[in-house]
């Protein structure tokens, strides 16, 4: 299994501007994805992130609103975009290795935008 | 397309009450299926992996187990500190590494 930390834990922003996520796993992985959950939702998958290529997005995300990075085997961003009180959720970051499908979550990031 | 169900919603026990909660799944091919503990304001904690039907996991009071159609969470004599939402999810058919998760059982247990 994998440790992975997110920063930062929970931020409160204003309308209009842009947050940067950070996932950090403990070990390289092949695969890392952002979700994010609405309060007493289940998880939506936003995109893969790849590793020294453009990241995958999942209908209804783009990547002007949600930039994501990744620049190794270990580490990601998340910059949500322009934001909007309809972005406040939690964001979540997880990682995998390929074969098996299992994924190991972060802690999560609650974002409140007013 | 795929899909998963999982019943009940919210499920409220006693102390020591045993009782099962339910994932139902639509796909073809299964490639795994997987449940997970996720607790108020943290990120999902993953619990078990199960293959094939008629396999089998437990962990403390928990035992997951699969048929080919549905895959139960057993929890026997459960104590407040299980209390929790628990999800179950299965690797979509259209993508190597993307789940199709379910909406999850909150299960409560009063001491």
């Known amino acids: 299994s994998a440790v992975i930390s997110q920063k930062p834990s929970r931020d409160i922003c204003q309308r209009g501007t842009s947050l940067t996520i950070q996932c950090q796993v403990d070990?390289?992985?092949?695969?890392m994805f952002w979700y994010r959950q609405q309060p007493g939702q289940s998880l939506t998958l936003i995109a893969t992130?790849?590793?020294?290529?453009?990241?995958?997005?999942e209908s209804g995300f783009v990547i002007d609103k949600f930039p994501i990075s990744r620049p190794n085997l270990t580490f990601s961003t998340l910059t949500v975009s322009n934001m909007s009180p309809e972005d406040s959720s939690i964001y979540l970051c997880?990682?995998?290795?390929?074969?098996?499908?299992?994924?190991?979550f972060g802690p999560g990031t609650r974002l409140t935008v007013l | 397309e795929d899909q998963v169900t999982q019943s009940p919603e919210a499920l409220r026990l006693q102390e020591g009450e045993s009782s099962s909660l339910n994932c139902s799944y639509t796909?073809?091919?299964?490639?795994?299926l997987f449940w997970y503990r996720q607790d108020p304001g943290k990120g999902p904690e993953f619990l078990f992996t199960?293959?094939?039907?008629?396999e089998e996991k437990e962990k403390e009071r928990l035992k997951a187990t699969l048929t080919k159609k549905e895959s139960f969470l057993h929890i026997t004599a459960p104590k407040p500190e299980d209390s929790a939402t628990y999800l179950c999810a299965v690797p979509s058919m259209d993508s190597n590494y993307q789940l199709i998760w379910g909406a999850g059982t909150k299960l409560i247990i009063k001491p």
């Open positions: 992130a790849n590793q020294g290529s453009e990241a995958t997005y």
């Open positions: 070990s390289q992985v092949t695969m």
């Open positions: 997880s990682a995998g290795t390929s074969g098996n499908n299992e994924q190991f």
């Open positions: 796909v073809s091919g299964l490639r795994g």
């Open positions: 199960l293959y094939s039907a008629g």
